[in-house]
């Protein structure tokens, strides 16, 4: 916060909460009520404790009040194998979606302000009533405190310009990513904002690195 000032976005992870078909669940619903009438029976794997995939379950827990096991990884690579061997049932990241592509897994919902492209039918979860329980991922650059805000501006002019542009629009989707623009000003008050929201979740789910 005070060590570092905002240049510009990179990259916002589009993912989704994503489940084994053996559970028999097809909808975010059905698998909320799944996940009331069997307490503790679906595992979800994470990259490991504390991370943003890990908060998206808790934050999720919280807001439907279901009891989902975690199972931390020391990454989603590992999680992934996981749920494609079906040891644990759901994950929410970027790296199961081809997999949706597929059909080897189940996209619940777009965990994501916006629908997805390649998954036009799949609702967010802000349509489906649960958009408190949206955890970002989002990539920026950020420079030393103190640097000429000339120098800022002309970056962050730089970087929403190639943003925009239909090639890096169409690289970024490709991996799941969306860019969007955000002022150096904006910029700090979503991390301001983030930083508050997930404090809130880890005092309130007692989240501890072990």
Same mark, same amino acid.
């Given at each position: 916060?005070?060590?570092?000032t905002?240049?510009?976005r990179?990259?916002?992870?589009? +993912?989704?909460?994503?489940?084994?078909?053996?559970?028999?669940?097809?909808?975010? &619903?059905?698998?909320?009520d799944?996940?009331?009438?069997?307490?503790? &029976? !679906?595992?979800?794997? +994470?990259?490991?404790?504390g991370?943003? +995939?890990?908060?998206?379950?808790?934050? !999720?827990?919280? =807001?439907?009040?279901?009891?989902?096991?975690?199972?931390?990884?020391?990454?989603?690579?590992?999680?992934?194998?996981?749920?494609?061997?079906?040891?644990?049932?759901?994950?929410?990241?970027?790296?199961?979606?081809?997999?949706? =592509?597929?059909g080897? !897994?189940?996209?619940?919902?777009?965990s994501?302000? /916006?629908?997805?492209p390649d998954?036009?039918?799949?609702?967010?979860?802000? /349509?489906?009533?649960y958009?408190?329980?949206?955890?970002?991922?989002?990539?920026?650059?950020w420079?030393?405190?103190?640097?000429?805000?000339?120098?800022?501006?002309?970056?962050?002019?730089?970087?929403? /310009?190639?943003? =925009?542009?239909?090639?890096m629009k169409?690289?970024?989707?490709?991996?799941?990513?969306?860019?969007p623009?955000?002022?150096?000003? /904006?910029? +700090?008050?979503?991390?301001?904002?983030?930083?508050?929201?997930?404090?809130?979740?880890i005092?309130?789910?007692?989240? =501890?690195i072990?």
């Amino acid at each position: 916060m005070k060590n570092f000032t905002p240049v510009g976005r990179v990259g916002d992870l589009i +993912s989704g909460f994503v489940i084994h078909p053996a559970v028999g669940v097809k909808t975010f &619903k059905e698998m909320v009520d799944y996940a009331k009438a069997n307490p503790g &029976k !679906l595992a979800y794997g +994470s990259a490991g404790l504390g991370t943003a +995939s890990h908060l998206r379950l808790e934050m !999720l827990k919280v =807001k439907a009040g279901i009891d989902i096991l975690h199972v931390p990884y020391r990454g989603n690579a590992d999680a992934l194998n996981d749920i494609l061997a079906n040891n644990v049932q759901m994950m929410n990241e970027i790296n199961p979606m081809p997999h949706v =592509k597929a059909g080897k !897994l189940i996209l619940l919902d777009i965990s994501y302000p /916006e629908r997805h492209p390649d998954f036009p039918g799949v609702p967010t979860l802000f /349509e489906l009533g649960y958009g408190e329980a949206y955890v970002p991922s989002w990539y920026s650059i950020w420079a030393p405190a103190g640097t000429p805000r000339g120098i800022i501006d002309k970056l962050n002019v730089k970087m929403v /310009e190639i943003a =925009k542009t239909p090639e890096m629009k169409a690289r970024l989707l490709a991996i799941n990513v969306a860019c969007p623009v955000q002022t150096p000003e /904006e910029m +700090s008050r979503q991390l301001v904002e983030d930083t508050k929201r997930n404090a809130d979740l880890i005092r309130l789910t007692n989240i =501890k690195i072990e």
